[in-house]
């Protein structure tokens, strides 16, 4: 799959969305997955997967093979960007990275998002910063029980 986007977070909301933006307009894409259950859940049963783990530096070969764009999300337990980000920018070899960042973080050097933008600033790779302030899609999960109306008795 030569010159093909590789998304990371394909099963979240945010990749979800892109994988299928990606398979529709005819895109050459990848969708990042830790396994065949998370693979289950991507958009479209004719995106092709590839396990990844940010953790196990054995999945960075067959991940990055003839991918030359990469959509980078920060997963929230990874908060360590040395350890687990670095590897990943350093090992990719693509010729654009599209980072989701968050807004905000070019002036908070304490998110991890900021660490991201600093370490892509210095990796000498083209890239995107997407600097989101909120998902709408929080409003239906994450804050759900909380914009709930009040019963009426």
């Known amino acids: 799959m030569s010159g093909s ?22 895109h050459p894409v990848r969708a990042a997955a830790l396994g065949a259950a998370d693979a289950e859940q991507l958009p479209h049963p004719n995106v092709p997967w590839v396990r990844f783990d940010f953790g196990d530096l054995d999945t960075y ?14 997963p929230p337990a990874i908060s360590d960007v040395d350890r687990y980000m670095r590897p990943v920018v350093d090992c990719a070899g693509v010729r654009h990275i599209v980072f989701l960042s968050l807004l905000g973080a070019d002036k908070n ?11 892509l600033r210095e990796s000498g790779t083209p ?6 302030g909120f998902f709408m899609q929080n409003l239906s ?13």
């Open 5 to 26: 986007s590789l998304v990371t977070g394909a099963t979240g909301n945010v990749g979800w969305e892109l994988v299928q933006i990606l398979h529709r307009e005819n």
């Open 61 to 74: 070969a067959t991940t990055f093979a003839s991918v030359d764009r990469l959509f980078l999300m920060r």
């Open 109 to 119: 050097s304490l998110v991890p998002h900021a660490q991201v933008q600093r370490l």
């Open 127 to 132: 890239f995107t910063f997407l600097r989101a």
């Open 141 to 153: 999960t994450t804050h759900a029980a909380e914009i709930q109306l009040p019963q009426q008795r």
